[in-house]
C-alpha cells in the first residue's frame, strides 16, 4: 500500500550541519486552521505552539491561528517560531487570538482582534482573572471566570465565532449568535468564518474549517 504523502514528523527533525530546511507539501490549496489549542490549554491541547507553526509551515497553510482557553499565552512562542530557519519558503500568516470559555451557559466562542484597540479589548480575559467568585474573598489563581456581559462589554473589533458545540446544545449557540449579532449588528457575525479567512489569506478563496486542531501530529497524543 502507498504511503500517504505527508511531511515526517517535525517534533524531532534530523538535522545534519546546517539547519536543514522543512519540506513543504506542493499545489495544496488556500488554507486556514483557524481554531487551534496548543498546550498552554491544561489538558487540552498537545503540542507546543512551535510544532503546530511548524506543522502549519509544512502543509503549506496559509495562516494558523492559536487560540487557547482564557490566555493568550500560546502566542508567543508562536510568534517566536516564524523565526526558525528551517522555514526558507512562504511562512503562514499567525492569527493573534483566544478561546474565551465561559462560566454560564454561553458556548465557546473564538475572538480575533482586527487591530490595536480591538487587541486591547482582551483585557476582559484579566477581569476574567480578577474576578473574585461568590462567597470567596479572593479570585481563584490560574481561574479566569467570564460571562457573555463580559464579551459584550469589550466586544469592540474583535471577529468572533461561536464554536459549535461536538453534540446537541445547538440552540444555545444559536441564542448566542443572536445576541451578538443584536448588539453589534454591523459586524456581520454571521459571515465572520468567511471575513477571517479574507483577512489572513489577503482575499484568497480558503477553507476554515472548526476541526479543533490540539496537537501537530499523532505521535504528540
Known amino acids: 500500500m502507498k ?22 507539501l506542493p499545489n495544496q490549496p488556500p488554507y486556514a486552521e483557524i481554531a487551534v489549542t ?3 490549554s491544561f489538558l487540552r491541547g498537545a503540542s507546543r505552539p512551535e510544532e503546530l507553526v511548524a506543522q502549519a509551515y509544512a502543509y503549506n497553510y496559509a495562516a494558523i491561528g492559536i487560540a487557547d482557553r482564557n490566555t493568550l499565552a500560546g502566542v508567543v512562542r508562536a510568534y517566536a517560531a516564524l523565526g526558525d530557519p528551517r522555514f526558507t519558503e512562504t511562512k503562514p500568516k499567525l492569527l493573534i487570538g483566544t478561546r474565551l470559555v465561559f462560566a454560564d451557559d454561553t458556548p465557546e466562542i473564538l475572538a480575533y482582534p482586527t487591530d490595536r484597540r480591538a487587541y486591547g479589548n482582551l483585557r476582559l480575559l484579566s477581569e476574567g482573572k480578577l474576578r473574585v467568585p461568590a462567597g470567596e474573598k479572593r479570585a481563584t489563581k490560574g481561574e479566569c471566570t467570564l460571562f457573555l456581559g463580559d464579551l459584550l462589554a469589550w466586544q ?48 484568497a478563496s480558503t477553507g476554515s474549517p472548526l476541526s479543533r486542531a490540539r496537537f501537530a501530529s499523532p505521535c504528540s497524543r
Open 3 to 24: 504511503e500517504r504523502d505527508e511531511p515526517p514528523p517535525l517534533s524531532s527533525p534530523v538535522v545534519t550541519g546546517e539547519e536543514s530546511a522543512i519540506p513543504i
Open 38 to 40: 496548543s498546550n498552554f
Open 156 to 203: 469592540d473589533g474583535l471577529l468572533l465565532v461561536v464554536m459549535p458545540p461536538a453534540r446537541g446544545a445547538l440552540t444555545k449557540a444559536k441564542t448566542a449568535l443572536e445576541t451578538l449579532r443584536a448588539a453589534a449588528p454591523d459586524r456581520g457575525l454571521a459571515g465572520g468564518l468567511h471575513a477571517l479567512s479574507r483577512a489572513t489569506t489577503k482575499g
